[in-house]
């Protein structure tokens, strides 16, 4: 006889008794999800390392979230590349802001799992095309991701750079599905 764990069966009945499949937490106000915590916290060794408890709970309980599609070239011929605004040095193309908690649960769900997951290894590159921003009060951490070479770099508030890690590329339909959904101009690479 096969035995299911109780978290399992748990889940289960959890889900028979919604009916439907939005979560508990998109079921809340945006005041109980501040009170909330909605993610399953991760221990996974890179996601503890990217993101300290403190962290963490800036990235899940976010009150706003900003994806960017960036400008990978910081410089054009000895000059600054044309884009007025700037995240962490480059150049915005286009931002949305993630409003909607699917999608807020989708990123940080992508953002593990590229924590998590196999880069393609240590490339010299460092050509980011996508950035996000997550904010809790006054509390702000940044990433700025490239997944040509699968790197991250994670900046918390107004800091200088402060931890790279590698970042799996298996998670760019995510980004890619939203960034086409907004409508975002891209850089062509």
């Known amino acids: 006889m ?26 809340m106000s945006k005041a109980e999800r501040a009170e909330a915590v909605p993610f399953e916290r991760r221990e996974a060794k890179q996601t503890m390392a990217a993101f300290p ?6 990235v899940e309980q ?33 931002k949305a802001p993630i ?25 010299s590159c460092f050509l980011p095309r996508h950035g996000l921003r997550f904010e809790l009060g006054s509390r702000q951490i940044d990433l700025l991701i490239c997944f040509e070479c699968t790197w991250v770099y994670i900046y918390r508030d107004d800091a200088e750079h402060e931890r790279r890690m590698l970042f799996g ?20 690479a």
């Open 2 to 27: 096969m035995r299911i764990p109780a978290a399992l069966a748990i889940a289960a009945l959890l889900l028979a008794a919604c009916g439907d499949e939005t979560t508990p937490y998109e079921k």
């Open 53 to 58: 408890d403190d962290d963490r709970d800036v």
């Open 62 to 94: 976010a009150e706003r979230i900003t994806l960017f599609t960036l400008n990978p070239a910081r410089m054009t011929g000895g000059k600054l590349s044309p884009e007025e605004e700037r995240f962490r040095g480059y150049g915005v193309l286009g």
């Open 99 to 123: 409003e909607d908690a699917a999608d807020h649960r989708r990123l940080v769900e992508a953002v593990y799992e590229g924590l998590a997951g196999e880069g393609a290894g240590p490339a």
């Open 169 to 188: 590329a298996g998670v760019k339909p995510v980004f890619d599905s939203l960034i086409k959904r907004f409508g975002l101009k891209q850089d062509g």
